[in-house]
Every structure is written in structure tokens, then in C-alpha cells.
């Protein structure tokens, strides 16, 4: 399935810088599963794109389901914001 999602991270600490440049923005992501985080426990995971990381459902606002056409539209605008000066020119 393909969503979009605003990314709020409830803990800002210990994401990355390629992490940081989409607080606040929506993302396209795709359903992760599951993620074993202690022995027994699990929290839902989806997987941004272009991808910085797991990412747990807590840190995800208003996911909505979307089709497979606007989800690329949304996952191309995504990877601008990663590109180097010289490459958006």
C-alpha cells in the first residue's frame, strides 16, 4: 500500500540529517511491517522514499492512503529536497 504522511518525530535526537530535512512535510511512504523493538514487542514501521529509515507509526500525522500515480508525484518531490544545489539546476 502507498501512503502520505506529515513526519513529526516525537524524538529529533537521534535522527539523521537526511531525516531532518522532512519534519514537518509530507512524505510518501510505503508499509514497513513490523519492528521487533525489545524481546516480544513490536510497533508498526513504514518506509519513507526516498528512504532515511524505518519509521515508527508515532512519528507519522494524518496517513492516508493514496493511489500508486500520486505517490510517485509526492515521492519525486521528496527526493529534490535531498539533491545537492548543483544537481537541482
Do not use: C, H
Not at 511491517?33 to 519509521?55: H, R
Amino acid at each position: 500500500m502507498f501512503y502520505k504522511a506529515l513526519y513529526q518525530p516525537v524524538n529529533t535526537e537521534s535522527i539523521s540529517e537526511k531525516a531532518r530535512k522532512f519534519i514537518g512535510k509530507t512524505i510518501a511512504v510505503q508499509d514497513g511491517g513490523q519492528e521487533e523493538i525489545k524481546p516480544g514487542v513490536y510497533q508498526v514501521v513504514y518506509i519513507a522514499v526516498p528512504n532515511f529509515g524505518l519509521i515508527p507509526n508515532r512519528d507519522l500525522q494524518n496517513t492516508t492512503s493514496i493511489p500508486y500515480r500520486e505517490w510517485t508525484k509526492l515521492s519525486e518531490a521528496n527526493k529534490t529536497q535531498i539533491q545537492p544545489e548543483a544537481e537541482k539546476t
